[in-house]
């Protein structure tokens, strides 16, 4: 999505490493993300289910709008170390996800709390540069937050 390859751009920006796991072959051929970035065409959560994925110094951000997508990538997520993990939409599409993921996904309330739905700092944004902008300041205010913490 424009909103994933904004948000790879902000991300590379600010030093992390950033991986893109998209399994839409329809999709695929359309990011436009700049070097240094690493595309996996697989589902996400096939990617955090594998050993060493996640790290407490990981956010996972799911983008797709695409509960199929999504909502799998939260459930194998919150079973990983990652400081941070958000997944775009709405709060009325936000809540219903936290409730499809309580009664489908089997999360407890726990789990369901490491999840920043909606992802992102209000900021009002509406363009896609706009939205990862407001997620990547979300991402850095989570791990500025957690360094403090561990410090």
């Known amino acids: 999505s424009t909103v994933a390859d904004a948000c790879a751009r ?3 920006g600010l030093g992390y490493e950033v991986v893109l ?7 695929a ?3 436009n993300l700049p070097e240094g970035v690493e595309f996996i065409p697989q589902l996400p959560s096939v990617y955090l289910g594998k050993d060493g994925a996640c790290a407490p110094s990981t956010a996972v951000v799911a983008t797709t709008h695409d509960p199929r997508i999504d909502d ?6 919150v079973k990983t170390p990652a400081g941070y993990i958000g997944v775009m939409g709405s709060m009325r599409t936000s809540k ?3 409730e499809r993921l309580k009664r489908s996904g089997g999360l407890t309330e726990a789990e369901i709390q490491r999840i920043h739905m909606p992802v ?3 900021i009002g944004s509406k363009t896609p540069a706009e939205i990862a902008l407001s997620i990547m300041a979300d991402v ?3 791990r500025r937050q957690l360094f403090r913490a561990v410090n």
């Open 72 to 77: 799998l990538a939260m459930m194998a997520a």
């Open 140 to 142: 850095v205010r989570a």
């Open 96 to 98: 219903a996800r936290a």
């Open 120 to 122: 992102g700092v209000d």
């Open 29 to 31: 051929g359309t990011h």
């Open 10 to 12: 902000f991300a590379l």
């Open 21 to 27: 796991c998209d399994p839409r072959e329809d999709i």
